[in-house]
């Protein structure tokens, strides 16, 4: 199964550079529906444009700080 979590890794210009399954992405702003930033998990829709995951976004941070709380506490 191919994981088609998109993660936008950071902007350069007008592209987001983008991680999905270990490879990179260059996806252009102008494909993307609304503001993306960094950390923001992008969807495809079926017009071709891709689109920001605000609720997953938000679980997906939630996790990495909670990993991260975990472990500093140890």
């Given at each position: ?7 936008v ?8 550079i983008?991680?999905?399954?270990g490879?990179?992405?260059e ?14 998990l992008?969807y495809l ?5 891709y689109?920001a995951?605000?609720?997953?976004t938000?679980?997906?941070r939630?996790?990495?700080?909670a990993?991260?709380?975990s472990?500093?506490k140890?």
């Open positions: 199964m191919v994981d088609e979590t998109i993660i890794d950071r902007i350069e210009g007008d592209i987001a983008c991680e999905q399954a490879r990179m992405l996806i252009p702003l102008t494909e993307i529906s609304g503001l993306a930033q960094e950390g923001d992008l829709d079926e017009g071709g444009y689109h995951d605000a609720a997953a938000a679980r997906r939630a996790e990495l700080t990993r991260f709380q472990l500093i140890k």
